[in-house]
Structure formats: C-alpha cells, structure tokens
C-alpha cells in the first residue's frame, strides 16, 4: 500500500503511514480523534485531553493521537508528559515534521538546547525550506552560544519569509555580540522600518548612537520607544 501523502510504501496492516502519520485507510478514520478536537475547540480541554488519554491508552501506537495529546500537555504546561508523546509519535513515524518541530519546541522551552537542537535540525533535515525551523534552530544555537550557526539560519529564515522580523532583530543582536556594530545598527534600522516601533530594536539603535556620541538622535529614539510602550500599556 502507498501512503497518498508521502508516496511511501507501506505494510498492508499499517493503520497510519510510518513516515508521515496519514491515515492510510478511510475506514479507519477515528472519530474520537476529532470529536476530542471539537470538545477541544468548544474551550473544554480538560474532557477533551481525557478522551485523547484513553485513545492513546486503546490505541498506544496511535501516531496523531500521541501528537494530539502532546500538544495538549504542552499547553497545559506539562512539557515532560508532552516531550514523552511527541517522541513515541516521532519512533512510529519518523518523518512527521510537524511533531518534530513541536518537539524542538516542548524541548527549548524545558531549556535543553541540545534536545531542541537536534529536533529542529531533523525538520530541516525533511524539509529544507521550513522557515519556523530555520528561526526556531537559530534561536536555540544563539542560546548554546553557536553564533555563527544562528546567525546563519536567522538568514535562511529571512529569505524564505522576509515577514519574520523578528529574525531580523535577532540577526542584530548577534552583529552586536560579535562587536560589529555598523552591521547591528543596520539590522535594527531595518526592523524599525518594516514594523511599526519595534521598541527592543529601537533601544538598541538608542544605545549606538549613544555610544556614537549622537546624543540627540539617541534621546529622539528613547523617547518613540518609551510613547509605544505608553501606548501599549494604555
């Protein structure tokens, strides 16, 4: 049988493709999958992470369920119990990119860097052009102090979607790490230019002029920083 999302061929007793996660049957379409995701989607996520639980229970090689049911605990701020589901979804279908990038995800946010390393570079390794990946690992290395690799898929990461702004903001941070302050200014101007006030990059360009000796151009940036901030908190 040939999964009809991936292409990959699979055992006739196969319930869910092993490489993507698709179901590979209609008939066996499981409606206490998406009933549970109507109770979730009613605001009732409790009910609905309980039928989940016992999905997963009846069937525990159930691969959307065990990506369902870690994204569940990862927003009810279980991230171990959800890191636990993600990796068995992943054991059974190694390709399912999504649950690989939310397992990169549930890992940063526990602060194992490594772990989430290793998750987003195995979405890329899938799929080259996933652009979250891209500024998900960039995130991750700028946090083991991988500079050089950051800075490099906080790039990949404005190529594919130029909209990520927020790569561009960190793209200056690291100019300024690696003390290449000309580099650091232009990133944050940029930032500053395509979203309106973007206040951490607006401090940051006040601290260069600053230490330029521009101390008006400094103060005039302070002041549009701290007016949005004014303007937010209103």
């Known amino acids: 049988m040939r999964c009809t999302r991936c ?3 699979t ?3 196969h319930k869910f493709c092993p490489e993507c996660g698709n179901f590979l049957r209609e008939a066996f379409s499981d409606h206490r999958l998406l009933h549970a995701r109507m109770t979730e989607s009613e605001g009732r996520h409790k009910d609905a992470r309980r039928e989940v639980e016992q999905l997963v229970e009846t069937e525990p090689d159930h691969v959307l369920a065990n990506h369902l049911l870690g994204t569940m605990y990862y927003h009810q701020v279980t991230p171990d119990l959800a890191i636990e589901r993600y990796e068995h979804a992943l054991e059974l279908a190694p390709r399912f990119v999504v649950c690989s990038y939310d397992l990169g995800v ?3 946010h526990r602060g194992n860097m490594p772990k989430a390393i290793k998750a987003f570079r195995h979405c890329l390794d899938i799929d080259p052009h996933y652009n979250a990946a891209h500024y998900r690992l960039g995130i991750s290395l700028f946090h083991a102090g991988e500079l050089d690799l950051a800075l ?5 990461c404005t190529a594919l979607t130029p909209e990520y702004l927020m790569a561009r903001y960190h793209i200056g941070v690291i100019y300024e790490r690696l003390e290449d302050w000309e580099s650091a200014a232009r990133e944050f101007q940029r930032s500053v ?13 006040a601290e260069y002029y600053k230490a330029k000796g521009e101390k008006e151009k400094a103060a005039e940036l302070l002041e ?4 949005f901030a004014r303007t937010e908190a209103s």
């Open 106 to 108: 549930a890992y940063y």
């Open 152 to 156: 490099e898929h906080f790039e990949k």
């Open 193 to 205: 230019d395509e979203v309106v006030e973007e206040v951490s990059s607006l401090y940051h360009l």
């Open 7 to 9: 292409g990959h061929e």
């Open 224 to 227: 549009r920083a701290r007016q």
């Open 11 to 13: 055992a006739d007793s």
